[in-house]
């Protein structure tokens, strides 16, 4: 089955403590990208990633790293969380980056940070 | 910097009508045009495209108009059924590739 997997699904931590949510896709996509949903704000893009190697920061980079080493693989890493960043996270990818629309998006993962 | 923005946070529809749901865009260079549908405790879901070279797309029972003069675009959806009850995104594509913009959302509530 098509899909893209984020893991964890749901993560309560503490300021400052580093963190990684995984996101694996098996489509052989080229594009991935990482979103975070907050209440009344929408969808706001992290960072997002052309192809292996590749990435870029988004509209709201800061507080978080990326790294794209295989093709399917994308983990979200904060180093150092802070409160502001609870949120819900959602990975996608699409085949190509110039056709955005039909993005695979993952299921979430809700983080709280105390 | 670019943004998206929807008209209504919130619609509510009788079941068998018509929706829909209204969407702005500040960049008069955004070619492509995204909606995506929402459901509870899920993550958003493609539902129709739609290129800056077109003013209406068609899928089925949904349908994208495009106004690029005022720089608007809507999601019609015919026949509203309470399985569409959900939160839906208007997107658009940034200048840079790669980027993409988010609306707010709106949330639809169809009542039986």
């Known amino acids: 089955e098509a899909q893209v997997t984020q893991n964890p699904r749901y993560l309560i931590t503490v300021t400052g403590k580093k963190l990684t949510v995984t996101c694996s896709q098996n489509?052989?996509?080229?594009?991935m990208s990482w979103y975070r949903q907050d209440p009344g704000l929408g969808l706001r893009q992290i960072y997002y990633?052309?192809?292996?190697?590749?990435?870029d920061k988004g509209d709201v980079p800061e507080g978080y790293k990326v790294s794209r080493k295989e093709k399917r693989n994308f983990p979200l890493i904060l180093e150092s969380p802070s409160p502001n960043q609870t949120s819900l996270y959602f990975c996608a990818s699409s085949l190509i980056a110039g056709y955005l629309g039909e993005q695979y998006f993952g299921p979430g993962t809700r983080l709280t940070v105390t | 910097g670019e943004s998206v923005g929807l008209h209504l946070p919130t619609l509510s529809v009788q079941e068998g009508d018509n929706s829909i749901i209204n969407c702005a865009y500040s960049n008069s260079a955004s070619d492509y045009f995204i909606w995506y549908k929402q459901e509870s405790g899920k993550g958003p879901q493609f539902i129709i495209d739609i290129r800056s070279n077109m003013d209406k797309r068609q899928g089925q029972r949904v349908t994208v108009l495009l106004n690029k003069t005022v720089k608007h675009l809507s999601l019609q959806i015919a026949a509203t059924q309470p399985g569409d009850s959900a939160v839906y995104f208007c997107a658009t594509r940034g200048s840079t590739l790669g980027r993409l913009y988010f609306g707010r959302g709106t949330q639809l509530t169809v009542w039986p």
């Open positions: 489509m052989n996509h080229e594009y």
């Open positions: 990633s052309m192809n292996v190697e590749v990435t």
